[in-house]
């Protein structure tokens, strides 16, 4: 029998358990949660598009075009305009053939590596990849290997190991560290081996690169550099869903070939419009990013002079390595206690001896905001320092 009191009881003693707060307003940085007035710096809505008043009508008028729920798979009948429209605003927007919806962005890595991998393959991974893309090597039962983080030469041994069709793949911005991939040299090292790469560009997608077409046009990589780009949509662009964008062929071979598009529902139609929405806001207002990289170096400005070392990012995820988990949540913990939400970011998420408080910004903060952040890890830093590792 399974002792799920025992399960929980352990994880409770090695503070593994987790909890959920309780919002109760919209997204953006003023929220209620919990009952408490408090300034977020969790969220990945990083264009402040999760609660944009056109992207909301979009959503009201395509529901009642659409209705609520798309009620079948693409195959069967669920497969509307609204998400065709979105799929060709998705490969204008990342310059490819093609672009292929899917329900979440976990779903699509899911589905694609599984696709394209199957035994006898390699799939090779940076250490700090998405959890989705670890859990999707393992199911596709292709042979998987890993190389240090960002470690081009490492990643390079690997390749000159691997046999079969093999798929070297990467986050385009690693989301617990917010440093950006060598994506340069790694598509250099696939081509060389005869390997695709895949980018799985969350973090990337609407805040990096011109017009924020991700962290491959950051670099100014294409389908050649990059076969396979798979990014989301409820972080940046502030809805829900994921999409894989490529050439012909592959967009063709998902459609019959990735379990995870076969097997699930699509998202409902009026999400589709929403995204195609938040997606041309997000596209036309270099602002949102200006503003943005702003607040990024105003925070880092200041951490500097509070001898904070923020981990080295020029995104806008910008976390504090604490080291020890309970040390971190008991920084988390003091800044709450000052009206402010940065999250604990503790094991399994990051490796053992890693965690670190996870501040992200958002175009939707001012920079009074920041100050109001920094204010109060001023006040907590004796809380921090004891913290820190030197
Ligand atoms: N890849 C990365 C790098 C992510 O950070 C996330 C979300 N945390 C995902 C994939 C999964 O995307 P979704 O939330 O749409 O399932």
């Not at 589905?111 to 199957?118: E, F, H, Q």
């Not at 940076?126 to 042979?143: E, Q, Y």
């Not at 670190?356 to 100050?371: F, K, M, N, P, Y």
Request: net charge negative; hydrophobic share 45%.
């Amino acid at each position: 029998m399974i002792n799920l009191g025992e399960r929980l009881a352990a994880r409770r003693a090695a503070g593994r358990q987790r909890f959920r707060r309780l919002v109760e307003s919209p997204a953006g940085p003023l929220q209620k949660i919990d009952g408490r007035e408090i300034l977020a710096f969790c969220s990945n809505d990083y264009l402040g598009l999760a609660n944009h008043p056109e992207v909301a009508a979009s959503l009201r008028e395509a529901t009642h075009r659409y209705g609520s729920g798309s009620g079948s798979a693409h195959l069967i009948n669920g497969h509307t305009h609204a998400h065709h429209a979105l799929e060709e605003a998705l490969a204008e927007f990342t310059g490819r053939p093609r672009a292929l919806l899917f329900s979440t962005g976990y779903m699509a890595n899911l589905g694609t590596v599984g696709a394209l991998l199957g035994r006898g393959d390699c799939l090779i991974e940076d250490r700090l990849n998405h959890a989705s893309l670890i859990d999707a090597g393992t199911l596709s039962g292709a042979k998987r290997l890993r190389y240090a983080h960002a470690d081009v030469e490492a990643a390079t041994r690997q390749l000159a190991r691997a046999s079969g069709e093999t798929l070297l793949v990467t986050d385009g911005v690693f989301s617990m560290d917010g440093d950006i991939a060598p994506l340069p040299a790694l598509a250099r090292a696939a081509r060389a081996h005869d390997a695709w790469l895949m980018v799985d560009d969350a973090h990337g997608i609407g805040v990096l690169g011109p017009g924020g077409r991700g962290s491959l046009a950051h670099f100014g990589l294409g389908l050649n550099d990059a076969p396979v780009l798979m990014g989301t949509l409820g972080k940046a662009i502030g809805t829900a869903g994921a999409f894989v964008a490529g050439d012909e062929d592959l967009i063709e071979y998902l459609i019959g070939a990735a379990r995870t598009y076969l097997f699930t529902t699509a998202m409902p139609a009026a999400i589709a419009e929403a995204t195609r929405t938040a997606l041309s806001l997000a596209s036309r207002e270099d602002w949102r990013r200006e503003h943005l990289q702003a607040l990024i170096a105003r925070l880092r400005n200041g951490a500097e002079a509070l001898g904070l070392a923020l981990m080295p990012s020029q995104t806008p995820i910008q976390p504090l390595l604490i080291g020890d988990s309970a040390q971190a949540l008991a920084a988390a913990d003091a800044l709450w206690e000052h009206g402010v939400l940065v999250p604990a970011i503790r094991p399994p998420t990051v490796a053992e001896g890693q965690a670190r408080l996870r501040i992200t910004l958002s175009a939707a903060h001012e920079s009074a905001h920041v100050d109001r952040l920094l204010e109060a890890l001023a006040a907590t830093q004796a809380v921090l320092a004891a913290q820190t590792p030197a």
